[in-house]
T-cell receptor, first 114, second 110 residues
Framework: NAGVTQTPKFRVLKTGQSMTLLCAQDMNHEYMYWYRQDPGMGLRLIHYSVGEGTTAKGEVPDGYNVSRLKKQNFLLGLESAAPSQTSVYFC?????????????FGPGTRLTVL | RKEVEQDPGPFNVPEGATVAFNCTYSNSASQSFFWYRQDCRKEPKLLMSVYSSGNEDGRFTAQLNRASQYISLLIRDSKLSDSATYLCSGGGTSYGKLTFGQGTILTVHP
């Protein structure tokens, strides 16, 4: 049981390049989330998904797209990377939207955009 | 105003000390609250949920004050291993969405 995994762990991009971050969970969780974490800003929700085939915008969705084609995977795409997207990206999942459900986080992807 | 705010610290305390963090939230409709712990360059991990009646887990005690809209975390008998960033979070009424505070840095020294 690996929990939540993220690929890649590190990446350096040039401005304008594109990339996809992969999140996978093996806990059969319905809900998945993408956050970014910047110094002094805490965790901010980018997009989330409440089930296979569904996605929704979070607090800071601009410049990102997501897809949830399979229940266990949640992809985050950057179509044209900008230096402002330099951050640490965390994926998380939870079983449901119950008030007591824990969110489990992946180890993070450290992205630098030059 | 941020939906969830906490004092970023840093808090520097000696081993054995008692330390308390507060976190305020602005959305009175928030239903669920949590404290997460984050070690340097690692992912956040759930430390404890915060229940209306307050709850305790070993040296850790969490409290919720709905009237004043804040949650607190008390750590007794601090250990070196408690050094980390502590994130508070509050959730609304839909889709388990949590809003996180910016984190409070705790350093416990010998």
């Amino acid at each position: 049981n690996a929990g939540v995994t993220q690929t890649p762990k590190f990446r350096v991009l040039k401005t304008g390049q594109s990339m996809t971050l992969l999140c996978a969970q093996d806990m059969n969780h319905e809900y998945m989330y993408w956050y970014r974490q910047d110094p002094g800003m805490g965790l901010r929700l980018i997009h989330y998904s409440v089930g296979e085939g569904t996605t929704a915008k979070g607090e800071v969705p601009d410049g990102y797209n997501v897809s949830r084609l399979k229940k266990q995977n949640f992809l985050l795409g950057l179509e044209s990377a900008a230096p402002s997207q330099t951050s640490v990206y965390f994926c998380a999942s939870s079983y449901s939207n119950s008030f007591t459900d824990t969110q489990y986080f992946g180890p993070g992807t450290r992205l630098t955009v030059l | 105003r941020k939906e969830v705010e906490q004092d970023p610290g840093p808090f520097n305390v000696p081993e054995g000390a008692t330390v308390a963090f507060n976190c305020t939230y602005s959305n009175s409709a928030s239903q669920s609250f949590f404290w997460y712990r984050q070690d340097c360059r690692k992912e956040p991990k759930l430390l404890m949920s915060v229940y209306s009646s307050g709850n305790e887990d070993g040296r850790f005690t969490a409290q919720l004050n709905r009237a004043s809209q804040y949650i607190s975390l008390l750590i007794r008998d601090s250990k070196l291993s408690d050094s980390a960033t502590y994130l508070c979070s509050g959730g609304g009424t839909s889709y388990g969405k949590l809003t996180f505070g910016q984190g409070t840095i705790l350093t416990v020294h010998p």
